[in-house]
């Protein structure tokens, strides 16, 4: 937006499917914002980041006119108020709709971000495994979900994206990234979820996400140095345990 009534800064990583999620909310709403990636989020947070945000010490966290907003979905339902004549409405008007968008935003977060933890992180084939079992029952019941949302409509909010689009729409790369990196076609499979399948193409197709979406062979190096690194952690320990 111009003027200084409304700068807008985003504090991010690339990586980050919750800042993701901003960038996504700011595109389609067509809403002007300086980005700041925030370097190491592992090692070493930077004192924006700590001072802005000392509770969770997480990214994103939004700016606006300086007064930082944390917490992806919150960033988004403040963008709705504070921005409320720019682009198109993410949060639906009816009330009960509007409810059922934030509960299905809370099951994603919840639900589908926890079980690919366990595919990432799982120290034993076993975990992995559930992690895998856990990811293709949240992708059946997020099926269904679009089924009531959309009503037979090209997105869950309708004709248009809307607030659980977005909260779907940040975990769009990574679901490429973990079908290069396991084989897991989560939400590709037209004869499972064919719903979700027509979904993710026609959400990867709009220019708006297009402009905001990370690169996917980034993501996937990024995953592969973490997990090497956590597998030589693993080894140093048990080195270290065995002296």
């Known amino acids: 937006m111009a003027g200084q009534s409304n700068e807008l800064k985003l504090l991010g990583t690339f990586s980050s499917p919750f800042a993701l999620r901003v960038k996504l909310a700011l595109s389609f709403k067509g809403l002007s914002y300086e980005y700041i990636e925030e370097k190491d989020l592992h090692n070493s947070k930077s004192e924006l980041l700590l001072k802005s945000n000392p509770v969770h010490k997480k990214v994103p966290v939004l700016f606006h006119n300086g007064k930082p907003v944390c917490e992806s979905m919150i960033i988004i339902q403040y963008l709705e108020e504070a921005f409320a004549d720019a682009g198109p409405s993410l949060l639906p008007s009816d009330p009960h709709e509007r409810a059922v968008a934030r509960f299905w935003a809370a099951y994603i977060d919840e639900k589908l971000f926890s079980s690919w933890m366990m595919v990432f992180r799982g120290k034993t084939d076993e975990e992995k495994a559930e992690g895998t079992k856990q990811s293709f029952a949240v992708a059946a019941t997020l099926e269904g979900a679009l089924s009531e949302c959309s009503k037979g409509k090209p997105f869950f909010g309708g004709e248009t994206i809307g607030y659980l689009d977005v909260a779907l729409g940040g975990f ?51 995953a592969k140095m973490r997990q090497a690194q956590a597998a030589a952690a693993a080894a140093a320990a048990a080195v270290a345990q065995d002296n």
């Open 172 to 222: 769009v790369a990574w679901i490429h990234a973990i079908e290069k990196l396991y084989g897991l076609k989560l939400f590709f499979d037209a004869g499972k979820t064919p719903l979700l399948a027509a979904w993710l193409e026609r959400f990867c197709e709009l220019d708006a996400a297009k402009a905001v979406l990370p690169d996917v062979e980034k993501l996937v190096e990024l």
